[in-house]
């Protein structure tokens, strides 16, 4: 049997992960957009415009959030080894941002507000939705880049699936 190189599962992984995190939160920005008032307030192009810088956005966080966790808690084994931490910390980051970015957005600087059907969770005066966002789609995407490890044979020394 021929042994792929160790860089040959990382590099399948941030593929999937990132393709399935770039459409998932395009589809999450999409849905959402009744929760801020931009909804009643923007034209077409308006709400166009927010779906894409959002969703631009979110590949940023993702990308960053999860490189970030892969650097405190992954290792020479990740992803096929180290997965729960580079998980659970990429999730960390990326819900912990989201709240400071919420709230800067929306109490402070005044960029967007929630409309009357976004939950607020009490106490730090967030919306409900992109929290979840950053827990459901990280997940899923988690989930779905390691299934595409699941064919591959072969990782680094030591590790088994």
Not at 33 to 47: A, D, R, S, V
Not at 117 to 145: D, E, N, T
Request: glycine share 8%.
């Amino acid at each position: 049997m021929i042994r792929q190189n160790a860089t040959v599962p990382r590099i399948v992984f941030l593929r999937r992960y990132l393709a399935f995190v770039l459409m998932a939160n395009l589809a999450w920005e999409i849905l959402h957009l009744p929760l801020y008032t931009i909804w009643q307030e923007g034209n077409p192009k308006k709400l166009a415009w927010a779906v894409i810088h959002c969703t631009a956005g979110d590949l940023l966080i993702a990308s960053g959030s999860l490189l970030l966790a892969v650097i405190l808690a992954g290792g020479r084994a990740w992803p096929l080894g180290r997965f729960i931490g580079v998980v659970a910390t990429s999730i960390a980051l990326g819900v912990s941002y989201t709240v400071w970015s919420e709230w800067l957005n929306t109490s402070v600087n005044a960029n967007w507000n929630y409309s009357e059907w976004m939950p607020i969770i009490p106490g730090i005066r967030v919306g409900l939705s992109p929290i979840a966002q950053w827990i459901v789609v990280p997940l899923l995407g988690f989930w779905w880049a390691r299934r595409g490890l699941a064919s591959m044979k072969t990782g680094p020394p030591g590790i088994s699936k």
